[in-house]
């Protein structure tokens, strides 16, 4: 891995690749999981190797990869889980299984992944650390759990906390963090702030039409790419603003849009091309 980036006190960070980019790899290193072969990293100024366990103990963690005790409800784990940190209340803990729906009383082997990622959640959470880092947090959650657990990061990060997130859903990361960092095979190619990445965001759209439409009309607008005909139905890529294709659709009758989410790898190519890096450091 080759990487440099730091992340701001307070802000909501984006750490986002696909799957085998480096990202677990470089959370389990900032929490001194895993000793560098080369460099340095630190965390509140501290050094990853020689203070991780105070570094871990400001800290609060989500692995991707989540394992709990089975054999626990979910109220007997968060409380061992508070008695090892020492004095920290079960009331937050409480306030915010009310907040995600997650029972806490039942045995976690009953409880399904989405279930288990809640009580995950809630134990990286609920000391109400100065750093989150939470490694695919929304993975397996239902959209209305998702949607309370960005309001439950943005007030977070209002009161001070610094949230470190992984993701590989750009959406789920223009939505809740202030800048991202993109990783690409164990390498940093892009910093980005939010609103940056929402100016290039790749769109790929398919638009129902009701009678003719006036095709040469489309292949003016600003950004679209790899335009495709299927008698009255258009498909198209395209990149920044959509507001000047709304204009141009408004002039026809449209039965449907569709909007399909491109993979990662392909919105990187959009933005930096294949092999390309730009200098973050």
Known sequence: MELSLSVRTGEVFGFLGPNGAGKTTTI?????????????????????????????????????ELVLYENMTGTNLLQYMASLR???????????????????????????????QKIGLIQALM?????????????????LVQHEFYKIIAEASATGQTVF??????????????????????????????????????????????????KDAFRAVPGIRNLQWENS??????MGSLDPLIKTLAQYNVTN???HEPHLDEIFMAFYGEGSEKDVN
Do not use: W
Request: proline share 5%.
């Open 28 to 64: 389990r290193l900032l929490l001194g999981l895993l000793r560098p072969t080369d460099g340095s990293a630190s965390v509140f100024d501290l050094d990853t190797v020689k203070d991780s366990v105070e570094i871990r103990h400001r800290c609060g963690y989500l692995p991707g």
């Open 86 to 116: 020492r004095g920290v209340s079960l009331e937050f803990a409480e306030e915010l299984a009310e907040r995600l729906d997650c029972d806490l009383s039942r045995p976690i082997r009953t409880l399904s992944r989405g279930n288990k």
């Open 127 to 143: 000391h109400q650390p100065e750093l989150l880092v939470l490694d695919e947090p929304t993975s397996g959650l239902d959209p």
């Open 165 to 214: 997130l992984s993701s590989h859903n750009l959406p789920e990361v223009e939505r809740v963090c202030h800048r991202a960092g993109i990783i690409r095979e164990g390498r940093l190619i892009a910093i980005e702030e939010i609103a940056s990445l929402k100016e290039r965001a790749l769109r790929r759209l398919e638009i129902h039409f009701e009678g003719a439409v006036e």
């Open 233 to 238: 139905i258009m498909r198209c890529e395209i």
């Open 257 to 259: 849009l569709i909007s």
